[in-house]
């Protein structure tokens, strides 16, 4: 076998081993050509995706399951309960707790539980609705399940507004100083969310003639209801 | 010319036959092919320069497949297997360039 050789001349001699290999690999490319972009297209890139980022997928999708697992394992116990009992009183007294939790969510029913008061006394006039806003909505992240502002039951639809004149208007009704918020929840954390730097505590004390306290009553009634 | 259709009949069967890679082949199959282009690239512009040979183009297509594969397998072992296949795809990627310019020197004189 020449070491050159025109590719003219050798198409028209009679092909020797080396060329035929050539074919041979040409061929194999094609092959390989298709079969790569298939595999590229068909698994959704996961095939190609290294260890690392396989096994972040796989902890997603593990915890994604157990979560839905223990959902599906709360609702099927659920469902047996109402199945197994053979009157509808379970029903009954499912149906009725949900339904006191949502009377509580509205407003319509007193409350009584452990929680925060939150006074705030401002002499001066330098607390408005802006403070007040503030400091039920922190309560209501730190998880309030219940709030009442002077005698007033604050819910989703509570309005906060400063009314000329002074004082702060809570739906309508005309407060005045000192405010008292009465808080239902976990004690600890509706405490701390007024505590923490810069927050309702904060706000209150940098403004003249305002302080603002957090006590802890064994017991809070929220008596406010909404009609 | 026999090349072009031995390349051609390849995908053909490779559409028609609709294959799936056994999947500890996937890291490597990309790799591969990219390093065989380089050596078709290669083989080509050896045509126009009209130094081609069987010998060399089967030698270096082989071992251009072999070694890319080799590459990012070692790789793949030292935790490092994606920035490999990066490194091998650029060089074969650059030198493919280097004889694509080769080629269209050759044939439009430019």
Redesign the interface.
Known sequence: ?R?????EL??LRRP?R??V????????????????V???S?AAGL??A?PDDLVGILDDLDAKGRRLQSEADSLQETRDRLNGSDSGAEALAEARSRAEGLAILAGTVGAQGPGIEVTIDDSGGRVGADVLVDAIQELRDAGAEALQVGAVRVVASTAVVDPTGGGIAVDGHHLGPPYRILAIGDAHTLAQAMQIPGGVLDTVASRDGAVASVATPALVRITAVRP | MIGALALAVGLAVGVVLNPTAPSWLDPYLPIAVVAALDAVFGGLRAALEKVFDDKVFVVSFISNVLVAALVVFIGDKLGVGGQLSTAVVVVFGIRIFANAAAIRRQVFKA
């Not at chain 1, 290999?21 to 790569?36: D, E, K």
């Open positions: 076998m070491a050159v050789r025109r590719p050798g198409s020797g080396a060329r290999a050539v074919w041979v690999l040409l061929a194999v490319l094609g092959f390989g050509i298709t079969v790569s298939r595999a590229h068909g095939s190609n290294r």
